[in-house]
T-cell receptor
Framework: DADVTQTPRNRITKTGKRIMLECSQT?????MYWYRQDPGLGLRLIYYSFDVKDINKGEISDGYSVSRQAQAKFSLSLESAIPNQTALYFCATSAGAYEQYFGPGTRLTVT | AQKVTQAQTEISVVEKEDVTLDCVYETRDTTYYLFWYKQPPSGELVFLIRRNSFDEQNEISGRYSWNFQKSTSSFNFTITASQVVDSAVYFC????????????FGPGTRLSVLP
């Protein structure tokens, strides 16, 4: 089984809808991250969490919220989806400042 | 502020050629980590290597090698005898060692290896 899983893998939703992307990890890592990837723009950090009680905004947090339900679970919510949130979303985990391990990604389309 | 630059947006080579992907970074920290990731067409992000800022030894893993030069703030990646399966987007990244709030990625270099 994969160490970092994301659900759903693909999602099409309409403008204004609330949507949640979920991430789970079995690596036992303390840190978890959410990124979005847009063509030609690389990876941009949305939110990160160093432990269950620590949540921090990344460079593009507007329009997103997160919840760290447990050490192993970190979910990303779009309260009211808009078309420019169409992107590939990745969850990642790390042990401290070491390398991050990524989930398979969620392809989100907002129509 | 930390920054990673990958000046090569796209590179095309013919199979069996050697290719070097450039990475230049900026940081005020004296202790940090550098990384390379591979993103093949299937989309997943695969970790390739981590380098500690205190360790400037070059590393070789099969056809892959990495050249870390602190004096020029560069961490370049060379693929020897490239293969079609090497076609991917490659990302260089930087993190602070002691309090890794910033894990900064470069914009990526798209490598196409043609048969």
């Amino acid at each position: 089984d994969a160490d970092v899983t994301q659900t759903p893998r693909n999602r099409i939703t309409k403008t204004g809808k609330r949507i949640m992307l979920e991430c789970s990890q079995t690596k036992g890592h303390d840190r978890m991250y959410w990124y979005r990837q847009d063509p030609g723009l690389g990876l941009r950090l949305i939110y990160y969490s160093f432990d269950v009680k620590d949540i921090n905004k990344g460079e593009i947090s507007d329009g997103y919220s997160v919840s760290r339900q447990a050490q192993a679970k970190f979910s990303l919510s779009l309260e009211s989806a808009i078309p420019n949130q169409t992107a590939l979303y990745f969850c990642a985990t790390s042990a401290g400042a070491y390398e991050q391990y990524f989930g398979p990604g969620t392809r989100l389309t907002v129509t | 502020a930390q920054k990673v630059t990958q000046a090569q947006t796209e590179i095309s080579v013919v199979e069996k050629e050697d290719v070097t992907l450039d990475c230049v970074y900026e940081t005020r920290d004296t202790t940090y980590y550098l990384f390379w990731y591979k993103q093949p067409p299937s989309g997943e992000l695969v970790f390739l290597i981590r380098r500690n800022s205190f360790d400037e030894q070059n590393e070789i893993s099969g056809r892959y090698s990495w050249n870390f030069q602190k004096s020029t703030s560069s961490f370049n990646f060379t693929i020897t005898a490239s293969q079609v399966v090497d076609s991917a987007v490659y990302f260089c990244a930087l993190s602070k060692r002691n309090y890794g709030q910033n894990f900064v990625f470069g914009p990526g270099t798209r490598l196409s290896v043609l048969p």
